[in-house]
């Protein structure tokens, strides 16, 4: 990944001096631009994508270089394709797999909460889904508890194949999420529980004193229920 700005020839250069061969482009975000990377060393050779902790569910970081006011950050390469891909070619996630994903996420997070390290752009793809209505206000806030809303925004993504809000107007969103002016779409009425609405709705909650910590949401265990804000 290399943030800042495309790869220029002299950057790849630099790169391959360090054993780090930048390959094709695979994808870019709001902050930054994926390649195809492999680093080599010896008679050994790693595949990697130029985007430490350590946790199942967090990709792990190789390497991170900088360059004058570029940085470039090599990590491990999923091949499996990334969340808004698998809901654009299957509509909603059924329920017992949105709730198994959405575990994975929260038990990555609780992870990095646990590190004091705030994760800040919480992603189905390399675009920000969601500004929380913390960081849309222009006030300080929690990051850590922004970090859960955006939690919040993929679960409700996954049952609704859908956002939850209108990104395409700020003020628009920033009213509907003061309001919690969303729903789910009459196609997956049936289909969601009403614990999972629940889930949802204490997550999108406003007022951060009432939104649940990532630590909270593992008060009683989840792998047969939905019973994470009790």
């Known amino acids: ?6 790869i220029t020839t002299s950057d790849i250069i630099l790169m391959e001096r360090r054993g780090y061969h ?3 482009k695979i994808g870019s975000g709001s902050y930054d631009t994926v390649y195809r990377t492999e680093y080599v060393t010896g008679s050994k050779t790693t595949r990697l994508a130029c985007k430490k902790l350590e ?11 900088q360059r004058e006011s570029r940085v470039f950050i090599f990590m491990s390469c999923e091949t499996g394709g990334d969340l808004l891909q698998y809901i654009r070619s299957h509509d909603p996630v059924p329920e017992p797999s949105s709730r198994k994903w959405f575990r994975q996420i929260l038990e990555g997070l609780r992870y990095l909460h646990g590190q004091n390290v705030a994760h800040g752009d919480i992603k189905c793809e390399n675009m920000l889904l969601i500004c929380c209505t913390d960081l849309l206000s222009g006030k300080p806030y929690n990051p850590k508890m922004a970090d859960v809303w955006s939690t919040g925004v993929i679960l409700y993504i996954m049952l609704n194949a859908s956002m939850p809000f209108d990104e395409s107007n700020l003020r628009r969103m920033l009213r509907d999420q003061l309001t919690k002016n969303w729903s789910f779409r009459s196609k997956v009425e049936d289909s969601v529980s009403q614990d999972a609405r629940v889930v949802v709705g204490n997550i999108l909650e406003l007022d951060v004193t009432r939104r649940p910590t990532v ?13 994470l804000m009790y």
């Open 1 to 6: 990944m290399a943030a800042g700005g495309t």
């Open 22 to 24: 930048i390959g094709e």
């Open 215 to 227: 630590n909270r949401c593992f008060k009683k265990p989840v792998d047969l229920t939905w019973n």
């Open 55 to 65: 946790n199942p569910y967090i990709i792990q970081v190789h390497t991170i270089l």
